[in-house]
């Protein structure tokens, strides 16, 4: 075994004094909530980097919706869970439809339609939503769960077609013609050609949809507001109407929602990486 | 009657017969995004400026003091805010490149923020900065004896810790997209530099920084663009206070709204659009090559 070299030592102390702080920083609101989440009430208030008697009471009393902000916290869960799904089932239909059609079958008007979505990509959502918010009025749609999914529709689309159109103009053109020869209709070339190539693109769109629908707040708030329809976000930020917050059911409530995204995301973080982030930005 | 029905379709056959199929289901197949792009952007697009376009809002919103806090404030978050975060994302994307196992462990753990919800940690931030039972004040009374700042209720104090949670959330994304672009360079041509004795400045300045440019910027105008949509950070943490000093343009839009001034909402919106419209310009031309 090879002693390491001073230089060598004084590499690592170097990569260590950036990597410490960096651990740190990014740690800290994440601890400190799950300290809370662990925490009875009495030592929550206390300011302890480590509780006296950690306990899982908090998330008994979630579960059990034992607590006057917590009394509709499943159907707020099943409405998260609900709007997230539909958001990424409807968006991968929307933008795949799309894509092939902009990409593979060159539809006149094609590229003026990409450019529309994109520009809809680039309009920050928060100004989208004060406009959107009236509209949905309009339709009748508030209060109404359909208000919500279509508005993340319209958000998630166009990054999803985006994303979709520059996966599949890789595709072979060849492959379109060889499937089209052996008499494929346009409708078989997308199901039994398209759609099973563009696999691991549409497990990244669909992920991406998911996430941003079920991470959503503003739309949410705005749109939804009574107790038994509202998302689990909205939930959160209601827990702030009252001085007395029980801050640690607070705590414990956004940890458990902030787990099945955080688990998503790492496990297809495979697909995010190389189908999202590689076409976030080319430079 | 034959002839006369053949002789009317002759110059301008039916819509279906002009296209090949394939166009056709071209057609279907574009029709649900058209629809949804109809009904949730161009017909709210088109109300919201139709609603913005009295020049008695323009005078009202001149006259609102919260609203020249907010154009303020925001500008600040842009420039200040985003050129920060985008520094030290280039300067962490470098650290990240080192191939050690402990900095691949290190690098997943950096990704938690941008992969978990934004709403939970922010309101956890806000806890911990609660002048009487947050961590932060406990800990300085425990060290100092004494009482920590009142950190939300000083408006200069509110916006950096806004802007603060703002790079919390944001700074892995563009680290990792920052250090793909690193990853992209030559390794050769560090060598090469390795073997003429150059200094880390050196490479920097001469390699890194001329293959990184054009991602590097893109990347900054692109943080802005979404940044100016950043409701939570402000929201969720100040809620525009204290005395409405902390409000940017996207929670003071949805002030406007939530007190049932739709026009002013709009029209805030509006004055935002000759600094965005550009930007959006810059980022289609660049995106759509």
Known sequence: ?283 | MAITLSASEAPSPPLSARLSPPQVWGIVLLAPYLLVFLAFVVYPVGYGLWLARQPASYVALYNDPIFARAAVNTLIFLVIGINIKMLIALFLSGFFAQQRPWIRWLSVIFILPWAVPSIPTILSVRFMLNPEWGVVNQLIFKFTGDDGPNWLNDPAVALAMAIGVHIWKSLPFWTLILLTGRLAISHDLYEASDVDGANWWQKFRYITWPSMQTLYITCTLLSMIWTLGDFNSVYLLTGGGPADLTHVLSTLGIRYLRLDQLSLAMASIVCAMPFVLPLVYFMMKRLSR
């Open chain 1, 1 to 283: 075994m090879k002693l390491p070299t001073l230089r060598e030592v004084g590499t690592e102390a170097k990569l260590l004094l950036i990597g410490i702080p960096v651990f740190i920083w990014t740690m800290i609101p994440i601890y400190h909530m799950f300290v809370f989440a662990i925490s009875p009430k009495e030592d929550a208030f206390s300011g302890k980097l480590w509780p006296a008697h950690p306990t899982f009471h908090n998330f008994s009393i979630v579960f059990h919706e034992q607590h006057y902000f917590l009394r509709d916290f499943w159907i707020q869960f099943w409405n998260s869970t609900v709007i997230a799904l539909a958001v990424g089932a409807l968006t991968l239909f929307v933008a795949t439809a799309a894509a092939f059609s902009i990409s593979r079958l060159r539809v006149p008007g094609g590229r003026a339609v990409m450019n529309m979505a994109l520009f809809t990509y680039f309009i920050p959502a928060a100004f989208l939503a004060v406009p959107m918010y009236r509209t949905m009025g309009t339709y009748g749609l508030l209060n109404n769960h359909w208000s919500l999914i279509l508005a993340m529709v319209t958000i998630a689309a166009p990054y999803a077609i985006w994303v979709l159109k520059q996966a599949s103009d890789k595709l072979p053109v060849e492959l379109d013609e060889a499937a089209t020869m052996d008499g494929a209709t346009t409708l078989q070339l997308f199901r039994l050609v398209y759609v099973p190539l563009m696999m691991p693109s549409l497990v990244a769109v669909g992920t991406y949809a998911i996430l941003l629908a079920w991470n959503e707040y503003l739309y949410a708030f705005l749109l939804l507001s009574k107790d038994t329809d509202i998302t689990l976000p909205v939930a959160l930020g209601n827990f702030l109407a009252a001085d007395d917050s029980p801050w640690e059911l607070l705590m414990t409530t956004g940890f458990i929602y902030a787990l099945p995204p955080a688990a998503v995301y790492y496990a297809f973080k495979r697909y995010m990486v190389g189908g999202l982030t590689a076409g976030a930005v080319k430079s």
